[in-house]
Nanobody, 129 residues
Framework: QVQLVESGGGSVQAGGSLRLSCAAS????????MGWFRQVPGKEREIVAA????????YHADSVKGRFTISRDNGKNTVYLRMNSLKPEDTAVYYC??????????????????????WGQGTQVTVSS
């Protein structure tokens, strides 16, 4: 089992910044691909960003590319999402997720939520105009 706890959400005005953190415990953190997803009521959960086990390769959705950055610190068992230039359409509950390495090539990240086994409880991000 992997336990994931997100923090860092909140309310911010458009153009502002937030940094989300997700602390993992329970298993060897570097054995997991990590991802950030978001969801608004009535819509499916969507991928925001993902990162390989080593952090050497990342994915960012087109809607956040150039504004958000995913990173991880395996020594601290934590994955981060730095969010700059926030827009009202970024308002959502943000979830971090962990998927075991090995579902694809070892260097791959995952963009499908079905590839992730463990999820945090979510943290609300609200961006006002």
């Amino acid at each position: 089992q992997v336990q994931l706890v997100e923090s860092g959400g909140g309310s911010v005005q458009a153009g502002g910044s937030l940094r989300l953190s997700c602390a993992a415990s329970g298993r060897t953190f570097s054995n997991y691909v990590m991802g950030w997803f978001r969801q608004v009521p009535g819509k499916e959960r969507e991928i925001v960003a993902a990162i390989t086990w080593s952090g050497s390769s990342t994915y960012h959705a087109d809607s956040v590319k150039g504004r958000f950055t995913i990173s991880r610190d395996n020594g601290k068992n934590t994955v981060y999402l730095r969010m700059n230039s926030l827009k009202p359409e970024d308002t959502a509950v943000y979830y971090c997720a962990a998927g075991p390495v090995g579902r694809a090539s070892r260097g791959a990240y995952y963009t499908n939520p079905d590839e992730y086994d463990y999820w945090g409880q979510g943290t609300q991000v609200t961006v006002s105009s």
